[in-house]
Every structure is written in C-alpha cells, then in structure tokens.
T-cell receptor
C-alpha cells in the first residue's frame, strides 16, 4: 500500500486564486482528517469525515475553506479565494477504525 | 489553548543519552498517542496508551500515563541521531470527538 497520497506536494499561488488540495486515503480506511500546520499555531484539525460524512468542521477557519469527500477513497480541500495567511503545510490523515492516524506527506502552500 | 501541551518545547542531548518528554492535558481521555515528525514530513504514529493503562513499552520507547495528574511522558532510551525529530502527544476523548495534538517537543540528538 502506498500510504496516504497528497497532491500537489508544493503549491505557490497568488492571493485571490483558488487552491485545491487533494488526498487519497489508504484503501479500507473510513475516516479522513485535514490538518493545517504553521509555526505560529502548530497542528490544527480543520475537518474530519467518517464514512464520507463530515463529523466536525469546527476547525475550518472561514467560508473560504471547503472540503468534500466525493467517494470513500478521495477528498479535496478547497480555498477560494486564497490569502497570504493561508500559507501553511496541509496534511491529510486517515484511519481504519483503530485509533492510529496515518498521515500523508503534506502539501506546502505558499500564497503570495 | 491546546489540549495537549508538551514540555520541554526543545531538547538537545548527546547520542546514547535518554530523552524524556512530557505532555499535560485538560479533559478526560479514552487514550493518548505519541507521534514523531521528521522535518518536512508527515507525522508517524509511535505508540498508544489507553486510559486504563499506566505504562507501555515499544522497543526503545516507554510511555507512562497518569490520569489523576492528566499527564503522560515519553522516554526514548539510548537515543540515536536518527531520533532527531519533533514529538507530539495527541489526546483522544473517544467516540466521535476529535483527537487533539499538542504543541510538540523538538528533539535534537547530537552524534
């Protein structure tokens, strides 16, 4: 198994542009988590899904952020419009019913 | 504030020494987990300890949990340069409540 796959690995964009981050879960896993990591705020949970249903989106900063799970193995996190303060490393992680979370390699987002 | 607060924030030791990191939390938990993050990488799960357990071992790792003090410690024995990383505790309240990660301890092991 290739593990959790994220794309792109790096994204540089200009303020106001739409950004879409992608995540492929490990086969058989049914929970998906999106995190954001910065030096200032550490690791923050943005949203998590269980069986494709959003369970807790209280960490989503504002309406500019949205996340979807169109099927059991794939998720997107969209930022529209992007702002410089959105610059961070975004991780997704998945679990398969046990407590251990498997993290992807992250997407480093820079908004100029 | 963060549910889990690690202490110290940074730790620098010589190879072969033991490293101890502490985690304090505020609310009741179902389990507590420790993760490692190498620079530029995602987090990797190290060990999980349940609320009814007091100590757990995995290789050179030893984790303790004191629910009365709401604290946990991670001990890495005979440290190696490859142990250089950030270490995070994560508290799991159970059910559908979210797991919350602490602020992390940055460990540097000097060869």
């Amino acid at each position: 198994d290739a593990g959790v796959i994220q794309s792109p690995r790096h994204e540089v964009t200009e303020m106001g542009q739409e950004v879409t981050l992608r995540c492929k879960l490990i086969s058989g896993h049914n929970s998906l988590f999106w995190y954001r990591q910065t030096m200032m705020r550490g690791l923050e949970l943005l949203i998590y899904f269980n069986n494709n249903v959003p369970i807790d989106d209280s960490g989503m900063p504002e309406d500019r952020f949205s996340a979807k799970m169109p099927n059991a193995s794939f998720s997107t996190l969209k930022i529209q419009p992007s702002e410089p303060r959105d610059s961070a490393v975004y991780f997704c992680a998945s679990t398969g019913g046990y407590n251990e979370q498997f993290f992807g390699p992250g997407t480093r987002l820079t908004v100029l | 504030s963060q549910q889990g607060e690690e202490d110290p924030q940074a730790l620098s030791i010589q190879e072969g020494e033991n490293a101890t990191m502490n985690c304090s939390y505020k609310t009741s938990i179902n389990n507590l987990q420790w993760y490692r993050q190498n620079s530029g990488r995602g987090l990797v799960h190290l060990i999980l300890i349940r609320s009814n357990e007091r100590e757990k071992h995995s290789g050179r790792l030893r984790v303790t949990l004191d629910t009365s003090k709401k604290s946990s410690s991670l001990l890495i024995t005979a440290s190696r340069a490859a142990d250089t990383a950030s270490y995070f505790c994560a508290t799991d309240p159970g059910g559908y409540q979210k797991v919350t990660f602490g602020t992390g301890t940055k460990l540097q092991v000097i060869p």
